[in-house]
């Protein structure tokens, strides 16, 4: 799923590790996610959006999905 | 949450740990049962009994890898569990084709390899599946 992980990360100037630690998740978690390859289950979105103050869908394109 | 309260980075450290003390508990077991059916006991079903001791240990690394895979994350764990899938699929494989040869008289391998090819084709596997999602 095609997202904007990365650019949110940087707008908060996260590394990968810090976004990882507050999320609770391993490293390569974060750069599956950013890959687009790898699509969260639904908590692990909502925790997402919830981190940066943003709905699923702004974070998550529902386009992108098949 | 920092490193050190990151519940998936405690699961690995965890992991770690209780994989050494196993491991070391295998070797001092494996150790200590050679030892006493050499020189104590030779004969009879505590003979038997010895000789299964190391395996306590090894019951103890698959709880560690079980209570790694639990306590890590959901991606942590789906590229462990396909790499694990792989691994019961080669040794399946390696199994089946060495079957054939063992009918046309290769020799009968000890059942030891079982163990090993699992843990070795599950070393392989997992960064070449976490590789497909970079």
Do not use: C
């Amino acid at each position: 799923v095609k997202n904007r992980l990365k650019v949110l990360r940087a707008e908060y100037d996260w590394s990968q590790r810090e976004l990882a630690d507050r999320l609770g998740v391993a490293r390569q978690t974060i750069v599956a996610l950013e890959s687009g390859k790898y699509a969260p289950s639904l908590p692990l979105a909502f925790k997402i959006g919830k981190i940066f103050g943003k709905t699923v869908e702004e974070i998550f394109d529902a386009d992108s999905v098949d | 949450m920092n490193e050190t309260t990151n519940p998936t980075a405690r699961a690995s450290r965890r992991y770690l740990i209780e994989f050494g003390i196993a491991m070391t508990a295998y070797l001092a077991v494996v150790g200590l049962s050679v030892w006493v059916l050499r020189h104590l006991v030779t004969s009879g079903p505590l003979y038997y009994l010895i000789a299964l001791l190391p395996v306590v240990p090894i019951v103890f690394v698959l709880v560690a890898v079980v209570r790694y895979l639990r306590a890590s994350d959901e991606f942590t764990r789906i590229v462990q569990l396909e790499a694990l899938a792989a691994s019961a699929g080669i040794t399946a494989l390696l199994a089946v084709t060495y079957g054939f040869l063992q009918g046309v008289g290769f020799p009968k391998p000890s059942a030891w390899w079982t163990y090993l090819v699992v843990m070795v084709a599950w070393g392989v596997a997992s960064p070449i599946v976490a590789r497909r999602y970079r």
